[in-house]
């Protein structure tokens, strides 16, 4: 079984790594924005999280909350793969998108 949805080689992460008791794939575009997408035993299925990175770190970056893409909350779960192929393809768009849209880049995820 495979731990993500294929993308079909659409999408390559820039690293894959261990997570709590499941993984994670850094995926990053050079608009400065990416995804954290995860899967572990406490996730909704395949998880994304939309990212705006700070700096070259793949540690460096903020949610980014309000897009059009999410709840509000800057995390998409139960991912297959079209939705994640489309989700990382609209990301990767940005900020051509958003314009009209006020995103919110947040540390933290509150309730």
């Known amino acids: 079984?495979?731990?993500f949805p294929s993308t079909g080689g659409a999408y390559i992460p820039i690293i894959v790594r261990p997570n709590l008791?499941?993984?994670q794939a850094i995926f990053r575009f050079t608009?400065?924005?990416g995804a954290s997408v995860v899967r572990f035993s406490g996730s909704y299925g395949v998880e994304l999280a939309i990212a705006k990175f700070n700096s070259?770190?793949?540690?460096d970056w903020d949610f980014?909350?309000?897009t059009g893409?999410?709840?509000g909350s800057g995390i998409v779960g139960w991912l297959t793969p079209d939705n994640l192929i489309g989700i990382l393809c609209t990301i990767?768009?940005?900020?051509?998108?958003l314009?009209?849209?006020q995103p919110v880049v947040s540390q933290e995820i509150t309730e």
């Open 92 to 97: 990767e768009c940005f900020p051509d998108i």
């Open 99 to 101: 314009s009209g849209i």
């Open 1 to 3: 079984m495979d731990i």
């Open 64 to 66: 980014v909350c309000n």
């Open 69 to 71: 893409i999410d709840d």
């Open 31 to 33: 608009n400065g924005y």
């Open 21 to 23: 008791d499941g993984v």
């Open 56 to 59: 070259e770190s793949l540690d």
